[in-house]
């Protein structure tokens, strides 16, 4: 168990649907970061918040929005869902940003859009 | 192409030593990892070298890096079925943001 839970665990939605999944990091850590695992893509870097503030975009959508909350819970917002948007989804924590910069893993959200 | 490149699958026997290969693009790098995700897991960090160093050995793991070549690997000795998952190998680079870019991942099977 790595301390970082995600909910929910499963979701199933229809194309057009906007959908949000929600992430609590481990107890201690600034930083949430968003990674979106398909097995065409393997592992995207989605986007990163540190203390409540975006601080790093990767690959994200237009339509995919996040943000960090004061009690640094984080919630991963994807709209208009299209097929191509099923894939796991990853939030990981760190402690801050820099150095070893160990990140740890959720279990994830599994998103099926039909 | 991918900055970090990796085989898709290894297959080994039980007790075997198993390598897994990987090849990064930026000679900037400064933190190699190797992350394991087990089925229907996250991923989790196994080890790590920094750019400066060659090797590091871990209990039954190793990890080698050739900076000339820009080739990491992690052998795993006495491979046991446990050791059954995706493997990824991740880089961070000098002046960046510190997110990793990872690997499609590496499918260890172990046969017994």
Known sequence: DSGVTQTPKHLITATGQRVTLRCSPRSGDLSVYWYQQSLDQGLQFLIQYYNGEERAKGNILERFSAQQFPDLHSELNLSSLELGDSALYFCASSVGQGGINEQFFGPGTRLTVL | ?112
């Open chain 2, 1 to 112: 192409g991918e900055d970090v490149e990796q085989s898709l699958f290894l297959s080994v026997r039980e007790g075997d030593s198993s390598v897994i290969n990987c090849t990064y693009t930026d000679s900037s790098s400064t933190y190699l990892y190797w992350y394991k995700q087990e089925p229907g897991a996250g991923l989790q960090l196994l080890t790590y070298i920094f750019s400066n160093m060659d090797m590091k050995q871990d209990q039954r793991l190793t990890v080698l890096l050739n900076k000339k070549d820009k080739h990491l690997s992690l052998r795993i000795a006495d491979t046991q079925t446990g050791d059954s998952a995706i493997y990824f190998c991740a880089e961070i680079r000098s002046g960046g943001s510190y997110i990793p870019t990872f690997g499609r991942g590496t499918s260890l099977i172990v046969h017994p």
